[in-house]
């Protein structure tokens, strides 16, 4: 990406350019098409119908029916609708730290944003699962069936519901959390859920308008990393489907269309689907295959998973590395052994990152997850060139607040210190700039952080 000024930045987190910013083919295709023609979508057009084709021959046979909207948010909608429709219940059942959009609906079933309202937040009809987190989660990594527990969370969830009276409509999960901290669920986990849900009557919707489109890189869709053997009765797609404009898609089986028609309430959207919005979409679809953009995904991403896994053994701020192609978290800690989140620690480099010209987020829910989605268009140099600038922040990091490998803390008194123009070391900038960055400059004591309370000599702002 570049500025107003021209300064060039590295984009490491931009998930809806997804084939790269302003990619020609994409705008040739939509300006051809606007030269030609748009119109509101009563009036058919054969975009519709080649897109549709094209986008559900890359997804299981049964996931034949497509309805076009124009955001994540509306896509996600419309599946709950879809979901209750099918049956009449009402009860849905979704991930801790979830977020699936920005509407009225979907904030109810989103733990990342209705937990910032306290206990009115949550409704009486959304049911909260345990995220299949094997790093800090209920079941870790030392659990010998992961999957299997987290499911059986979900299934106990089902039977106080129904003990209640309620029935359960829906599952929704990210294929991959996002917003939850670059959560990768347990192989089988999934299929489990499904058997669950579908034998209480419900539909499995699986959200990937943040991972779907070849981002995972062996699939095409993320949900696919779980097994042949699971198919989700609905996929909701947004963001990378347009590569920044404005279209998102349900996809789901004849069986829950024809439910949801027989309804009698009519399905409209003035916008979705229009042959505008369909040429972009085919043109994206057209360039991650010329350009190999899976493939990209795969050898992109194994290289900088690699290069993160060294910074693992080299810091010991870097409690574990997850990911797949190119959607990969590192989860930052205070120690290693507790895995206490270090939330100020992944905010200071994001900042610094940001001053380098290099945007990465912080996620998760202690924000301490260093995210990384961006443009399919990734390469290797990318990936060295980000991972060689945090290795030089972790570095400057565990120097400044005398974090040494097993988190024990330094008591040497030559610590070596670089000084800057304002008299101030740079190891005291730094801790000051963290305390700052936690509410805690020159009021707490922490043991990783320095009693330091001189100025600093440049804050980061939040």
Same mark, same amino acid.
Request: include cysteine; proline fraction near 4%; charge should be neutral.
């Given at each position: 990406?570049?500025?107003?000024?021209?300064?060039?930045?590295?984009?490491?987190?931009?998930?809806?350019?997804?084939?790269?910013?302003?990619?020609?083919?994409?705008?040739?295709?939509?300006?051809?098409?606007?030269?030609? %023609?748009?119109?509101n *979508?009563?009036?058919?057009?054969?975009?519709?119908?080649?897109?549709?084709?094209?986008?559900?021959?890359?997804?299981?046979?049964?996931?034949? #029916?497509?309805?076009?909207?124009?955001?994540?948010?509306?896509?996600?909608?419309?599946?709950?609708?879809?979901?209750? &429709?099918?049956?009449?219940?009402?009860?849905?059942?979704?991930?801790?730290?979830?977020?699936?959009?920005?509407?009225? *609906?979907l904030?109810?079933?989103s733990?990342?944003?209705?937990? &910032?309202?306290?206990?009115?937040g949550?409704?009486?009809?959304?049911?909260?699962? !345990?995220?299949?987190?094997?790093?800090?989660?209920?079941?870790?990594?030392?659990?010998?069936?992961?999957?299997?527990?987290?499911?059986?969370?979900?299934?106990?969830?089902?039977?106080?519901?129904?003990?209640?009276?309620?029935?359960?409509?829906?599952?929704?999960?990210?294929?991959?959390?996002?917003?939850?901290?670059?959560?990768?669920? !347990?192989?089988?986990?999934?299929?489990?859920?499904?058997?669950?849900?579908?034998?209480?009557?419900?539909?499995?919707i699986?959200?990937?308008? /943040?991972?779907?489109?070849?981002?995972?890189?062996?699939?095409?869709?993320?949900?696919?990393?779980?097994?042949?053997?699971?198919?989700?009765?609905?996929?909701?797609?947004?963001?990378?489907?347009?590569?920044?404009?404005?279209?998102?898609?349900?996809?789901?089986?004849?069986?829950?269309?024809?439910?949801?028609?027989?309804?009698?309430?009519?399905?409209?959207?003035?916008?979705?689907?229009?042959?505008?919005?369909?040429?972009?979409?085919l043109? #994206?679809?057209?360039?991650?295959?010329?350009?190999?953009? /899976?493939?990209?995904?795969?050898?992109?991403?194994?290289?900088?998973?690699?290069?993160?896994?060294?910074?693992k053994?080299?810091? !010991?701020?870097?409690?574990?590395?997850?990911? #797949?192609?190119?959607?990969?978290g590192?989860?930052? #800690?205070?120690?290693q052994?507790?895995?206490?989140?270090?939330?100020?620690?992944?905010?200071?480099?994001?900042? =610094? %990152?940001?001053?380098?010209?290099?945007?990465?987020?912080?996620?998760?829910?202690?924000?301490?997850?260093l995210?990384? =989605?961006?443009?399919?268009?990734?390469?290797?140099?990318?990936?060295?060139?980000?991972?060689?600038?945090?290795?030089?922040?972790?570095?400057?990091?565990?120097?400044?607040?005398?974090?040494?490998?097993?988190?024990? +803390?330094?008591?040497?008194?030559?610590?070596?210190?670089?000084?800057?123009n304002?008299?101030? *070391?740079?190891?005291?900038?730094?801790?000051? *700039?963290?305390?700052?960055?936690?509410?805690?400059?020159? +009021?707490?004591?922490?043991?990783?952080?320095?009693?330091?309370?001189?100025?600093?000599?440049?804050?980061?702002?939040?």
């Amino acid at each position: 990406m570049y500025d107003e000024r021209g300064e060039k930045y590295l984009d490491c987190i931009n998930n809806v350019a997804h084939v790269g910013h302003s990619h020609p083919d994409v705008i040739k295709a939509a300006v051809k098409q606007m030269e030609l %023609l748009n119109t509101n *979508s009563r009036f058919l057009h054969d975009n519709l119908v080649q897109y549709a084709k094209r986008l559900t021959a890359t997804l299981p046979e049964k996931l034949s #029916v497509c309805y076009f909207v124009n955001s994540g948010s509306e896509a996600n909608d419309l599946a709950l609708r879809l979901a209750r &429709q099918y049956h009449g219940y009402q009860d849905v059942i979704t991930l801790d730290h979830a977020y699936h959009g920005h509407v009225s *609906s979907l904030i109810d079933i989103s733990p990342y944003k209705f937990n &910032q309202l306290g206990k009115e937040g949550k409704k009486e009809f959304v049911h909260v699962a !345990p995220s299949p987190d094997i790093y800090r989660g209920k079941y870790r990594d030392d659990h010998p069936d992961p999957a299997s527990a987290y499911a059986d969370d979900v299934k106990k969830i089902i039977e106080e519901v129904e003990k209640k009276g309620g029935k359960i409509a829906a599952f929704i999960a990210e294929s991959m959390q996002s917003c939850g901290g670059q959560i990768i669920p !347990p192989a089988g986990y999934f299929q489990k859920v499904a058997e669950y849900v579908h034998k209480a009557g419900g539909i499995f919707i699986a959200d990937e308008v /943040q991972v779907g489109f070849g981002r995972v890189g062996k699939h095409f869709w993320a949900f696919q990393l779980q097994g042949k053997d699971f198919v989700p009765d609905i996929v909701t797609m947004g963001k990378p489907i347009g590569n920044g404009h404005p279209m998102s898609c349900v996809v789901t089986t004849r069986e829950i269309a024809e439910a949801f028609g027989a309804s009698g309430l009519e399905y409209f959207n003035t916008f979705g689907g229009n042959p505008v919005s369909c040429a972009i979409g085919l043109a #994206v679809l057209d360039v991650i295959e010329k350009e190999d953009l /899976q493939g990209n995904a795969v050898r992109v991403g194994k290289y900088l998973t690699e290069l993160l896994n060294k910074q693992k053994e080299k810091h !010991p701020l870097v409690g574990d590395v997850r990911g #797949v192609g190119l959607f990969v978290g590192v989860d930052l #800690v205070k120690d290693q052994q507790k895995r206490t989140p270090a939330t100020a620690e992944a905010q200071h480099i994001i900042y =610094k %990152l940001k001053e380098q010209r290099i945007l990465l987020s912080a996620d998760g829910p202690y924000r301490n997850i260093l995210k990384f =989605k961006p443009p399919m268009c990734f390469t290797v140099e990318d990936a060295k060139f980000v991972v060689d600038q945090i290795d030089e922040l972790l570095t400057a990091l565990e120097e400044a607040t005398g974090v040494r490998a097993g988190n024990e +803390r330094s008591t040497s008194a030559q610590h070596i210190r670089k000084m800057t123009n304002e008299g101030n *070391s740079e190891s005291d900038c730094i801790s000051e *700039s963290i305390n700052h960055i936690n509410g805690t400059a020159c +009021r707490q004591k922490n043991d990783l952080y320095t009693d330091n309370c001189a100025m600093p000599c440049k804050r980061i702002r939040t």
